[in-house]
């Protein structure tokens, strides 16, 4: 089975603090992305990466970036946080494929920016 | 530009019954479409998806789905509900010539199933 990790299942930190997300993948697929999830908008896209070093903005990258400097890992950044970036985030993997293959999602980092 | 629409918040179904969460798409050209399940503090997992051919798609844990072009849907369906289906549900749809390779979700509907 795919496995998708994230390092933390809860996060708290503070106003203005970079904050860093990891997500770790171990099925060798080329798309990383980064979602934000709030109740009644769905998964917003906020980057995805397609290979290594590269990256795309989603719908909501603002505030944020990302780094992928190897293969399995896709890190989220917040560069300075606020508390409109209190959220649940989530990481998924895929195939590059015809854009057919299904997203692999991680179970979640709830972040709470005080 | 692509989206999509879950027109039920939730979706309230008796153990036993058939169940079906709705969706509609907006695509330009032909969709790629997928379903996927939330259970509680966990990530989204797939159950099925629609990319060609029988317009009725078979899933995971029982589920399948139709897809209808001409009504723009892609309703989720189950003949018969498990108190364990109780979660929230997410359509996803993208266009086959998206270049971006990435998928846009619906709002998510919960669905929930009572003894």
């Known amino acids: 089975d795919v496995k998708v990790t994230q390092s933390s299942r809860y996060l708290v930190k503070r106003t203005g603090e970079k904050v860093f997300l990891e997500c770790v993948q171990d099925m060798d697929h080329e798309n990383m992305f980064w979602y934000r999830q709030d109740p009644g908008l769905g998964l917003r896209l906020i980057y995805f990466?397609?290979?290594?070093?590269?990256?795309e903005k989603g719908d909501i990258p603002e505030g944020y970036s990302v780094s992928r400097e190897k293969k399995e890992r896709f890190s989220l950044i917040l560069e300075s946080a606020s508390t409109n970036q209190t959220s649940m985030y989530l990481c998924?993997?895929?195939?590059f494929g015809q854009g057919n293959q299904p997203q692999h999602f991680g179970d979640g980092t709830r972040l709470s920016i005080l | 530009a692509q989206s999509v629409a879950q027109p039920e918040d939730q979706v309230n179904v008796a153990e036993g019954n058939p169940l079906t969460v709705k969706c509609t798409y907006s695509v330009s050209g032909n969709p790629y479409l997928f379903w996927y399940v939330q259970y509680p503090n966990r990530g989204l997992q797939f159950l099925l998806k629609?990319?060609?051919?029988?317009?009725l798609v078979k899933g995971s844990y029982g589920f399948e789905a139709e897809f209808n072009k001409s009504q723009t849907s892609f309703h989720l369906k189950k003949p018969s509900a498990l108190v364990s289906d109780s979660a929230l549900y997410f359509c996803a749809v993208r266009a086959y010539n998206n270049a971006g390779n990435m998928l846009t979700f619906g709002g998510g509907t919960r669905l929930m199933v009572k003894p």
């Open positions: 990466s397609y290979d290594v070093k590269m990256k």
């Open positions: 998924a993997s895929s195939y």
């Open positions: 629609y990319i060609t051919g029988d317009n």
